[in-house]
Each structure stands twice: as structure tokens, then as C-alpha cells.
């Protein structure tokens, strides 16, 4: 029976095959993830030393900023999606706007880790397998939070517009669980990564 027989009007419907289409698109990416993470697993449980000799530790000062950055720009686009929002004129819109400028300011300071590491020499062909992982973790991350950023940038017209009030809408909501997702990767990356 489909849920419009069931009673639910179409938005209704349509609002929780969006849904339910997020979750299983999400569901893919934390699968790609846990195998890259369970790459590094490996790659560093059969490593005689980690890092490797020679190596100076990855910073950790600025990774820990960016992960208090991504942190706030989630806590901040959760209250902007809140469906209590729609009572404040412009909430998305300045949530969406706060949001981007920290996602912005996330990829900045990931900037501002490679380039120093990549001057000092810390780069993919004289690393081994630990510069590899290493890049390959942090810069594909980068690009999910840029496609992140992309969503959040395409929703702002319809927020200014007021199309959008909060994360009732179906794109707000899959953009603000891409977001989040792209969060808590990073959570997990930072520990991974950068503290064991």
C-alpha cells in the first residue's frame, strides 16, 4: 500500500521518499568512508613505527580549530532548520550564511595545515603510504565539505526569498543531514587521524 493510500498526503509522501533517500545516500558515503578508515586501520597496524621514522607528528593545534569550527557551523545550521525558526524572519537565511562562512573558514585552515606540511617536505611521493592516507583522508573530506557548501549556497536564494523557512523543506533537510554527516566524519577523522 503506498503512504498516499494510506492517507498521507502527496508532500507528505514525497517529503519522506526524499528522506528515506538521504538516509540510504548517506548510508553509502559512511560506507565509503569506513573502508578508507579501515584502510588507515591496516596501513598503520602493520607499520613498524607510526609515523614513520623520520617524520615529525601532524600538527594537531590547528586540526582541533577546525574541528571546533565544523562543530559550531553544525550547531548553528541545526537552530537555523529548527521548526521553531519559521517564527523568526530570516533564520535559515543568516543559519545558511553563518554556516557557509565556517565551512569557508574550515577549508582555510585545512589550507593552512597541508601547505606548511607539503613545504616541508611531507608530501604523497616521499611519504610512503603515510603521507597517502594521510591526503587521501583530509583532502577527500575537503571536497565532501565543499559539495556541502555547494547545497547549502544553493539554498540560499529561496531562504532570502522566503520559498524556505526552515528544514521542513526536503532540501533543507537532506543538505543539513549532508552537513552533519560531513561533521561527524570529521570528528572521527580528527581522533583517527590526528590523536591516536
Known amino acids: 500500500m503506498s503512504v498516499a493510500a494510506a492517507g498521507f498526503p502527496a508532500t507528505e509522501e514525497s517529503r519522506r521518499t526524499s528522506f528515506v533517500g538521504m538516509v ?3 548510508a553509502s558515503w559512511t560506507m565509503l568512508f569506513v573502508a578508507l578508515f579501515f584502510s588507515y586501520a ?4 602493520n607499520a613498524a ?3 614513520p621514522d623520520g617524520l615529525a607528528p601532524l600538527p594537531k593545534a590547528l ?3 577546525n ?3 565544523l562543530l559550531l557551523s553544525s550547531c548553528v545550521l541545526h537552530r537555523g532548520t529548527r521548526p521553531d525558526a519559521e517564527e523568526k524572519p530570516g533564520a535559515l537565511r543568516r543559519a ?3 554556516t557557509m562562512l565556517l565551512g569557508g573558514l574550515f577549508l582555510a585552515l585545512q589550507l593552512a595545515v597541508w601547505i606548511p606540511l607539503w613545504q616541508h617536505g611531507f608530501r604523497i611521493d616521499n611519504t610512503g603510504t603515510y603521507g597517502s592516507i594521510f591526503y587521501g583522508l583530509t583532502v577527500f573530506h575537503a571536497l565532501h565539505v565543499l559539495a556541502g557548501l555547494l547545497a547549502l549556497a544553493v539554498l540560499l536564494p529561496g531562504a532570502s526569498a522566503g520559498r524556505y523557512a ?3 523543506s526536503s532540501a533543507v533537510r537532506s543538505s543539513a543531514m549532508f552537513w552533519h554527516f560531513v561533521d561527524v566524519v570529521w570528528v572521527v577523522m580528527f581522533v583517527a587521524v590526528y590523536l591516536v
Open 24 to 26: 540510504m545516500a548517506l
Open 42 to 45: 591496516v596501513l598503520r597496524l
Open 49 to 51: 613505527t607510526w609515523p
Open 63 to 65: 586540526p582541533l580549530l
Open 67 to 69: 574541528t571546533l569550527v
Open 96 to 98: 545558511l550564511l553563518f
Open 166 to 168: 526552515s528544514g521542513r
